[in-house]
Nanobody, 121 residues
Framework: QVQLVESGGGLVQPGGSLRLSCAASGRIFSINVMGWHRQAPGKERELVSVIMGAGTANYADSVKGRFTVSRDYAKNTVYLQMNSLKPEDTAVYYC???????????????WGQGTQVTVSS
């Protein structure tokens, strides 16, 4: 089994910053994609950002220029630096990872438990 543990959420004022972390552990041979999604109350879960194994990153239009995703490959950890936060960024943020547990095996998609981010004055 693979576990993803997120940290770093909290309450911040508009214009402020937060840094989310997500560490993957367990039976891992390799991780291809790691990323972040979010779900606001009454809305569907949406993609925020993903970072591929080669380091290529993609972002939702709503966060481009404000959020930065990065990875520590040695620690199987992904980060999301969130700057210039807006009230509409308020949501539960979920980490996910696409993992191979054995060489040449299929990919499995794992999710973290979520961390709350609230942007409010």
């Amino acid at each position: 089994q693979v576990q993803l543990v997120e940290s770093g959420g909290g309450l911040v004022q508009p214009g402020g910053s937060l840094r989310l972390s997500c560490a993957a552990s367990g039976r891992i041979f390799s991780i291809n994609v790691m990323g972040w999604h979010r779900q606001a109350p009454g809305k569907e879960r949406e993609l925020v950002s993903v970072i591929m194994g080669a380091g290529t990153a993609n972002y939702a239009d709503s966060v481009k220029g404000r959020f930065t995703v990065s990875r520590d490959y040695a620690k199987n950890t992904v980060y999301l630096q969130m700057n210039s936060l807006k009230p509409e960024d308020t949501a539960v943020y979920y980490c996910n990872a696409v993992v191979k547990v054995v060489r040449g095996g299929r990919d499995y998609n794992y999710w973290g438990q979520g961390t709350q981010v609230t942007v409010s004055s």
